[in-house]
């Protein structure tokens, strides 16, 4: 007889949670926003304690200023500018640093609030928190690791830096996102060969959309959405002389360094993904599946559908800054439905939060 004792979850901690996916959420937009206005090296300093404090003066306004002035971007392309242009690029900087130290403190003053009054009980969870803790503490230290790529002797960040950065905001993203559904609708269909073989599916496409979320960090790292603004073909060519070129010259690493490689793999990617969605649906007609499955597919296919069009659109339109955050939305909403997806047809093993 199993008399092992299973410990009820409240789903005040699964709304905590999907509160923070919430959060880092608008942190990826107000990012992509602070990134796409051209304000993500305006501020030079790293202030963990204090640095939620914006300059209160005109003095305290002149010192960042002049802090600014030895940067880069400054002395390269923003020489020109008066305080008042400063503060412009200032703020969406500002602001998106403190959504980060605000993100911290809705971790963890609910999580001292659930300890004390005994909630978090569960081993699992607790496990599941400490994982949510850590990767808090890589995506701030990564946010910072970026930003300093910027300030040596070239205006840009490090793409490669930039898509850890986001690699890790919408790893913590996921890793809320799926907690808190665990926890909050915790019922699950019985297991069956198709609905196991449709998790397959959703797992090569949660992989194929990573690659393409990081690719897409690389075109804007690189600012590879400012070549070929044009769609299907990359000017009047399918497989352009200047991605063969790259290839050749640079082999592999081309497809990490080379603007118009990236640009390449990130439109044809796209295409791949809105196919094997497509095909994963049609599929899914034929199949014994709970309709709620079904339904979160159907939707999956007209978000991923939606995101191409904002892609396509962003990029013959010269990356606008406002198309450009909602081609960012696009990833996390395609994100967020496919985790959904995946949460529907988990195992009858994984009952309580994995």
Known sequence: MNTKKTTVIPKSIGY??????VLVALMVILGGYTRLSHSGLSMVTWKPVTGFIPPLSEAAWVAEFDLY??????????????????????????YHRLLGRIMGLAFIVPFFYFLVTKKLRNRKLKMNLLVIFILGLLQGFAGWYMVKSGLVD????????????LSLALILFGYLFTAAL???YPAFTPDTAQKKSCQTYLRVLLVLVSIQIIYGAFVAGLKAGLFYPTFPKMGNE????MVQK?????GLSAFTNSPYVVQFMHRWLAVLVLLFTLITVLKNRKRQLADS???THRILLVVLSVQFLAGVLTLINLVPVWLGVVHQLGALAVLGTLLMGLHLTRS???ELIA
């Open 16 to 21: 905590w949670l999907m509160t923070g996916a």
């Open 238 to 241: 399918w497989f352009p002389v």
């Open 348 to 350: 009858a093993k994984n």
């Open 154 to 165: 070239q205006p840009a960040v490090s793409h490669i830096r930039l898509a850890i950065h």
């Open 182 to 184: 665990r926890i909050i």
């Open 246 to 250: 790259a290839i050749t010259e640079n």
């Open 293 to 295: 499955i079904k339904k």
């Open 69 to 94: 002035k030895t940067s880069p971007e400054y002395k390269l392309r923003n020489y020109h500018f008066s305080l008042d242009e400063f503060k412009a690029i200032y703020w969406p900087e500002f």
